[in-house]
Every structure is written in C-alpha cells, then in structure tokens.
C-alpha cells in the first residue's frame, strides 16, 4: 500500500517560533508538494520539489520555505509563525511519468497562537 | 495562465437524486484531468482520471475539450457520496493545480 506520511497530525505553536512539517513517501516519487487547505479556498500549493535539493515556488510561497535533501522526504518550513498561517496542510507526492495522479498525507492542522 | 473553475462552492441534493459537479478549466496544452475526493476525516484520494475513461462508486466524468470542462457526474445519488471534490489538471510532469473544491451533501 503507498503511502506519504506526514509527521503529526496536529500542532499548535506560538506566534514567532520556527515550525517544521515532516513529510515522507516511500513510492520513489521524484515530485513532491506542500499545499495548504482553508475553507473556501481550496488547495493552494505552496512549495513543489521535482528532485532532490529542487525547489519551486508555489502559488503562496510567502512565509515559508522547504527543503528536500533526500528523494523520500520533503519538510515544510515556517520560519517565523503567524496566526494568518493556521490552515491544514497536506503533502502530497507524484511522479513525472505514467500515471501522475497525486497521493496525499494524512494532512497537519497547525494551530499557531 | 493555468486556471481551474469550480463554480459551486455547495451542492445538496436528495438520495437517488442525479448530481452533476462541474469544472472548467484553462489550460495550455493537453493536461491529464483528475477528480479527487475528501470524505470525512479521511486524505485526500484519487477519484478517477480522464484518461481511464471508468466508473467509480457510479462516478463518471467526460472530458469536453471544446468546452474545456470537465463535469463529474453521478446518476444517483447516495448519502456516502457526502464529501468534498476538488477537480485537478495536471500537466508540468506532475504538477496539479486543484479548483476551490465542491463541497457535496446528499440528503436522506
């Protein structure tokens, strides 16, 4: 069964702290993504990798950067919290060819206070 | 620009009830179109694609080039079918852009 796991299903922190989301895939996808999920809004990509140590900005990259050192894991990063940044926010890993349909993490509900 | 329109944000309808979600999209290009859906407390999965050209749980979807749309459909509805649905073109080797979403309620 494949699967992205995301490393806590929920967080709360405090406004100011550096916040760090864990996501792993183990189907040797070489894209990997974060969105955020609000209500109303749909899905918002934030950050995509197509390999390791590569980047590209998403639709709403402001606040945020990632990092991507080995092919099996992208982690999200929020350097200074906001409360604005509150939000869901799913993984999610495809790759480039044959089927490219995306399979998502479970999702983190971050709580920033 | 890419672009994914999914105009209603809710759609009620009644158990055994045809349902029709809608999605136009913008899009240079040939992009392979999917729908994916989020039940309650469960991840976001792959519905169908438009290339499979299948049903799934009573799912259909026509990809209209002309139109650029891509409607989802079901002939009647059932109250599991309760969810929300995002439609996503994918082209860039990979890369979804997803609509707002359809937040689907079947009533009993």
């Known amino acids: 069964d494949v699967k992205v796991t995301q490393s806590s299903r929920y967080l709360v922190k405090r406004t100011g702290e550096k916040v760090f989301l864990e996501c792993v895939q183990d189907m040797d996808h070489e894209n990997m993504f974060w969105y955020r999920q609000d209500p109303g809004l749909g899905l918002r990509l934030i950050y995509f990798s197509y390999d390791v140590k590569m980047k590209e900005k998403g639709d709403i990259p402001e606040g945020y950067s990632v990092s991507r050192e080995k092919k099996e894991r992208f982690s999200l990063i929020l350097e200074s919290a906001s409360t604005n940044q509150t939000s869901m926010y799913l993984c999610a890993s495809s790759s480039p060819q044959g089927s490219t349909e995306a399979f998502f993490g479970q999702g983190t509900r971050l709580t920033v206070v | 620009a890419q672009r994914v329109t999914q105009p209603e944000k809710l759609l009620s309808v009644f158990k055994g009830a045809p349902v029709e979600l809608k999605c136009n999209y913008s899009y240079s290009g040939s992009p392979e179109l999917f729908w994916y859906v989020q039940y309650s407390r469960q991840r976001l999965q792959l519905l169908l694609r438009h290339i499979s050209r299948e049903s799934i749980k009573g799912f259909t979807a026509d990809l209209n080039k002309g139109e650029t749309s891509f409607h989802l459909k079901k002939p009647f509805a059932q109250e599991e079918d309760s969810a929300m649905y995002y439609c996503?073109?994918?082209?860039?080797?990979?890369?979804?852009?997803f609509g707002d979403g359809t937040t689907l309620t079947v009533k009993p």
């Open positions: 996503a073109p994918n082209t860039n080797a990979g890369k979804s852009t």
